[in-house]
């Protein structure tokens, strides 16, 4: 494959990990270890194929309606392969950022997306976000309202507001648009994710399962991908 034609970056909805522990009779956190083991698969396979971003949701803002017991395994999930994976991202330079809102975050789980931060920040083979406590409704409206203090304070003028100044403006600044936006689990939604970024999209869907979604089933949506002809609204 050509690597003209791959994506620059690739956002994943990470989604069926409940379910693929259902169907092996497993608890659900044990579908999200399982979604673990498959983010450092795919993180690894993505580097070395040349995607230069790579975004995953790991916990939107609506999943603190989930029990009790399951958001606390997720966000030990969250803290633990935070650590545990550290040395791999600094040796295979990879700069891990992060979006979302962290201030419903415990003290703990904040402490290992600084320290990841800060150990790889002057990496730049792979870019990768995890976006936990994320939202894209969230996203814009803690744009918005960092716009209206800039606007209050007279940093800027109401005429400055367009399309590039939003985007400055959101958690994502720093990455391209996704190119590709890739959903598991046979759901045909975007379920607030990225959506101001994702306006140009090329969307993929697979029935697969998060944790059974391989090297192989990543190579069918680039393959797809690289097969879609993008107009960006033009002709
Ligand atoms: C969706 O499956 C998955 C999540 C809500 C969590 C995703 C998190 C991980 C894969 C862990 C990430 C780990 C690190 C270190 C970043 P679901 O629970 O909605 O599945 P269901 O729809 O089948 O119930």
């Known amino acids: 494959m050509g690597s003209e034609n ?64 399951e958001v606390n395994g997720l966000m030990e999930i969250l803290r633990l392969g935070l650590q545990e994976e550290r040395p791999e991202f600094i040796r295979e330079g990879i700069k891990v950022v992060f979006f979302g809102d962290r201030s419903r975050l415990s003290e703990e789980v904040i402490r290992e997306m600084e320290l990841t931060e800060e150990a790889t920040k002057f990496n730049d083979k792979l870019s990768l976000a ?15 309202r960092r716009i209206a203090i800039k606007i209050a304070s007279k940093e800027i003028n109401i005429e400055d507001i367009d399309d590039r100044l939003i985007s400055q403006e959101l958690d994502t600044r720093d990455f391209p648009d996704p190119d590709l936006v890739i959903r598991t689990s046979g ?23 998060w944790p059974d979604f391989d090297e192989k089933e990543f190579d069918s949506a680039i393959e797809a991908y690289t097969h879609r002809e993008r107009r960006f609204g033009g002709i």
């Open 6 to 69: 791959l994506p620059v970056h690739v956002a994943i909805i990470m989604d069926g990990n409940g379910r693929w522990a259902q169907a092996r009779g497993l608890s659900r956190i044990s579908g999200h270890q399982e979604g673990k083991r498959n983010v450092k698969r795919i993180v690894k396979y993505a580097a070395n194929l040349g995607i230069r971003y790579l975004t995953l949701f790991a916990f939107s803002t609506e999943n603190w309606r989930r029990p009790k017991e």
């Open 130 to 144: 995890f976006a936990i406590n994320y939202s894209g409704r969230d996203d814009i409206v803690r744009a918005v």
């Open 187 to 209: 759901e045909l939604r975007i379920s607030n994710f990225l959506l101001w970024q994702s306006a140009y999209s090329e969307f993929y869907f697979t029935p697969r399962f």
